[in-house]
């Protein structure tokens, strides 16, 4: 009912503005992403993301030349968080770029046609959904060199068959619905049927999951970081700038605290952002 | 025994303020069947619910009170409801596959609710409404049994106490008619043989036509007329009691009429009537609040034009 | 009924597990590099890897290959270890119980914690205990392993020195009688209490640390689909029957919103699996995953298909109980007759 004239838009965004914790993740995940694409451009010292050794200002606590303190070169840490930044919200983007379309393919296709297809296709993903990710992930970096590039395909190879399931899922629960047969009577193509009628049905549920997962892949690539199979230094990685940092614990805290916190949070407002779509967009768990 | 007195129930929701029940009081005396009538929305689901305690959150306001007998139902506390619960007072709900709990058999239900009752009791109650196979439905899953079925699993569980009071929500909504019938005509059954009071809220006239003492007609949150079913389904002095008996199909064939218009914004009610927007005699004096106005007897209405000499509602009146 | 349902279950079971072999295997030999000349490095000599090749069976096709790997793998050989020098099958029979130790220890915590935490949410919904959990549970959920596995090191181990923080054991004691291999219930088996007491506080660190995200994970779905079940008009009966609320949200609105939670039970067993190794290494629990990452990072095929291997069948095994359990509390699944 249109009592105030409002269109959905605006209704939807006054509920999602209703949520405190929902914008608070709109606006980490602004703030993340605008630090990461500007880095080259707002980082104090942004030669610090390559080769560099200052041997002079190794280890440094945090002052008001070098926000989060050096590390064990000398590079200035925030200076390098803000690029680890880049390297992560790309992996993310370019893991679900390619897994998303992939795994929502096969999902419909798998869910609306049917027969062979559907087996095959779902026992291909249960055979991917077997391994754990991060396993399939490092199996695949181990056996390839490891760097940037590699690791976003081995995520991603990891990362589809969930979206196929999900996907698969609701085109089977829709197709049971009338309005299915009642468009497949008038004659309607399969891609038509597949791309017109269903898609647009599951893309709540997508998206939700999209932007959960954006935080869920840098919290998988830091997990690989962690262990030394992220992007290869110099670059700057998030997961590798903790480890780094770990052995002189206590005494020199800053690096492993500052990039700790920095994947907190931004897995953190996607989280939060995805929740609030997931209450917008009323979907089921 | 049941006595609700101004009832007042509103709700904060991102609208403002939603005055969805307004001043409403309604009584049921001890062996009595009454109805509380009303389209969809008008808010006699919601009445039920405030008598059982089961409006609750932050954004409920509830005005009013409520008395079973000689205990304070509103306001009230835990300790009162737990005594109340399915004990003196049970309810039977709408649509009886969807308030049955889908992972339970219904003998575990059955239990749940059952108290201090002697052993074999659900058994036969079952048998008592009609159940020819009690084992087999006790040991069955909702999903396993029809709706008539499992509305008459509602009624037994609605009976096993032996209630004072029997609520029973729109009992026969999802049920077709020759089911309907038979669901009904064991609650009352059950219910006379108990001595207990039936508060029946339904919008089937026919069903309050037969099996009720006194009824109450409920619109846009207002009680709008009361009085025996006989007085007002025969003589129904409200525009809007005599707009839907219009609105009921004749064996004649001829049309039923409708009523135009639809239910207030409950955020901002019309001042006085609720009716007006919808009523083919709204006036000037409709502006403000109106109050019960004595037709007959034991029969009331809330119009401005009740009680007076006026031409127009007369010729309305069939 | 039952019966059939388990069999359909465990046959495709099986079928993944081909699947997987098949995918591990393609995996490894599309590596680059000659498997051979890596494992004897760049020194070896022309004759040595090709004395490798023969013995490993490289010069075979690789369907052949396959083959060979199948019916080797299902007598148990996995073959040796190019990293450790010893038998695979050794390697992982040492090192899974201390892994499979911990990520029951964990599972139990999530499963258990979890759902109860979400309850108690649920319950108290919009309080500020319901608030502070759900804080609790986000964090988890946010903040990586190795991160909560460091800072628990560092919170309980160093500072407050509550607890150990390395190995299984303290050095000092000798693990119980083999039985499990899991040292708590092998202890216990043997009557040892001391022992189980040390086993069981060395496990306490790395299984918390491991659980958390999974564990926040579990409270918050719990909370928001036992929230959503109270607002059923099934559970509305039970309340204005006067049933507890105590019962209502521990038995009648748990059973059907803990559903959904069980569905991932298995899944997140899996995964647990997978992250164990971050804990493992900070914790230096001697465990299958830091075996199966060594191998990774040595590139020694055998140990690595096998770990995978083992991690499969778990994750069959794990599924197909699930299944089962879900379709006892959902009977609808079980496909029984109307009455």
Same mark, same amino acid.
């Given at each position: 009912m249109n009592r105030r004239g409002a269109t959905r838009g605006r209704i939807a965004w006054y509920r999602f503005s209703r949520g405190r914790f929902q914008v608070i993740g709109l606006v980490i995940v602004s703030l993340v992403s605008v630090g990461a694409l500007a880095a080259p451009l707002i980082a104090p010292y942004p030669e610090h993301a390559g080769r560099f050794v200052d041997v002079e200002n190794i280890y440094r606590a945090p002052d008001a030349q070098h926000l989060m303190g050096t590390d064990a070169v000398g590079r200035d840490v925030f200076s390098r968080l803000l690029f680890a930044y880049r390297s992560s919200m790309l992996l993310s983007i370019v893991v679900l770029a390619l897994a998303v379309p992939v795994g929502v393919i096969v999902g419909l296709c798998a869910g609306y046609l049917g027969g062979w297809t559907e087996t095959v296709a779902m026992r291909i993903t249960d055979i991917f959904l077997a391994v754990p990710s991060l396993v399939l992930a490092m199996a695949i970096l181990g056996l390839f060199a490891p760097s940037l590039t590699m690791t976003m395909i081995a995520v991603a190879v990891g990362w589809w068959p969930w979206y196929a399931r999900l996907v698969y899922n609701q085109t089977r629960s829709i197709c049971t619905e009338e309005y299915i047969t009642a468009a497949h009577v008038t004659g309607a193509s399969a891609t038509r049927m597949m791309f017109t009628e269903i898609l647009p049905v599951t893309s709540g549920t997508v998206l939700t999951k999209m932007t959960l997962d954006m935080g869920f892949v840098i919290l998988l690539g830091s997990s690989l970081g962690f262990i030394g199979l992220g992007a290869q230094p110099p670059t700057p990685d998030l997961g590798t700038m903790v480890a780094e940092g770990t052995a002189l614990l206590p005494d020199v805290w800053w690096q492993p605290v500052f990039a700790s916190l920095a994947i907190l949070v931004v897995v953190l407002g996607f989280n939060l952002l995805g929740d609030g779509l997931r209450d917008l967009f009323g979907v089921e768990s | 025994m049941l006595e609700i007195r101004d009832l007042s129930v509103s709700f904060r929701g991102f609208e403002g303020k939603a005055r969805v029940i307004e001043n409403v009081s309604l009584e049921v005396r001890r062996g009595e069947k009454v109805a509380l009538v009303g389209e969809s929305g008008c808010g006699k689901s919601l009445t039920a619910r405030v008598v059982f305690g089961l409006l609750e959150g932050g954004e409920v306001d509830i005005d009013g009170r409520v008395m079973l007998d000689e205990t304070s139902l509103l306001p009230a506390d835990q300790v009162v409801w737990s005594k109340i619960r399915g004990c003196r007072a049970a309810m039977i709900f709408q649509d009886p596959l969807a308030a049955l709990n889908p992972v339970f058999t219904i003998a575990d239900q059955m239990r749940a609710v059952t108290k201090n009752q002697p052993v074999g009791c659900i058994r036969d109650m079952l048998e008592r409404v009609a159940i020819e196979d009690p084992d087999r439905v006790l040991a069955a899953y909702p999903f396993q049994l029809s709706g008539g079925m499992a509305q008459r699993v509602l009624i037994a569980m609605a009976l096993i106490n032996k209630p004072d009071l029997i609520v029973a929500d729109e009992p026969a909504t999802a049920l077709d008619t020759r089911v309907q019938r038979q669901a009904l005509d064991l609650l009352v059954e059950a219910i006379t043989a108990n001595g207990s009071s039936l508060l029946l809220i339904s919008h089937d006239l026919g069903l309050v036509r037969q099996y009720t003492d006194r009824m109450y007609v409920m619109y846009a949150g207002n009680i709008v007329e009361s009085g025996s079913t006989d007085q007002v389904l025969g003589g129904a002095r409200h525009p809007y009691t005599q707009a839907m008996l219009a609105a009921v199909p004749q064996l004649d064939g001829a049309l039923p009429k409708g009523i135009e218009g639809h239910l207030p914004d409950y955020h901002q009610p019309p001042p006085g009537c609720r009716f007006q927007p919808r009523c083919p005699h709204a006036a000037q004096e409709c502006h403000v609040p109106v109050p019960l106005r004595l037709v007959d007897s034991g029969h009331e209405a809330r119009c401005v034009f009740v009680g007076s000499s006026d031409v127009r509602s007369q010729r309305f009146h069939e | 009924m039952i019966g059939l349902f388990v069999l359909r279950r465990l046959g495709s079971g099986f079928l993944v597990l081909i699947g997987v072999s098949v995918l591990i295997f393609a995996l490894a030999r599309v590596m680059p590099g000659d498997p051979a000349r890596l494992a004897l490095g @760049? @020194?070896?000599?022309s004759e040595q890897v090709e004395a490798l090749r023969l013995q490993l069976g490289l010069n075979r096709s690789i369907p052949v290959q396959y083959l060979g790997f199948v019916t080797r793998a299902v007598r148990g050989d996995f073959g040796i270890s190019l990293y450790s020098s010893r038998r695979v099958s050794t390697d992982i029979a040492e090192t899974f119980p201390a892994t499979l130790e911990l990520v029951i220890v964990s599972t139990l915590l999530v499963g258990v914690l979890g759902v109860v935490l979400g309850v108690l949410a649920a319950m108290r919904r919009g309080t500020w205990t319901d608030k502070a959990l759900q804080l609790v549970a986000v964090l988890g959920v946010v903040t990586p392993t190795f991160v909560w596995a460091v800072l628990l090191m560092l919170l309980f181990g160093f500072w407050l020195g509550w607890l150990p923080i390395a190995g299984r054991l303290s050095e000092w004691l000798l693990p119980p009688p083999h039985v499990t291999g899991l040292f708590i219930i092998d202890a216990l088996l043997a009557g040892e209490w001391m022992l189980a007491g040390d086993a069981l506080r060395h496990v306490v660190l790395p299984a918390v640390a491991l659980s958390l995200p999974a564990l926040g994970q579990t409270a918050r779905l719990t909370r928001v689909n036992m929230i959503e079940v109270q607002r059923a008009p099934h559970i509305e009966l039970m309340r204005a029957f006067g049933v507890p609320e105590r019962s209502i949200s521990f038995k009648y609105a748990l059973r059907p919103a803990s559903i959904p939670t069980l569905t991932i039970i298995g899944l997140e067993f899996v995964a647990l699996f997978g992250n164990a190794f971050l804990v493992e290494s900070v914790f230096m629990w001697p465990g299958m995953a830091r075996y199966g990452v060594q191998t990774i990072l040595n590139k020694d095929l055998n140990g690595l298909m096998a770990t995978v291997m083992v991690m499969t069948i778990l994750f069959v095994v794990v599924n197909t109980v699930t299944d089962i359990v879900i379709a006892y509390v959902n009977p609808r699944i079980q496909g029984t007759d109307a009455v």
């Open positions: - | - | @760049s @020194s070896a000599t």
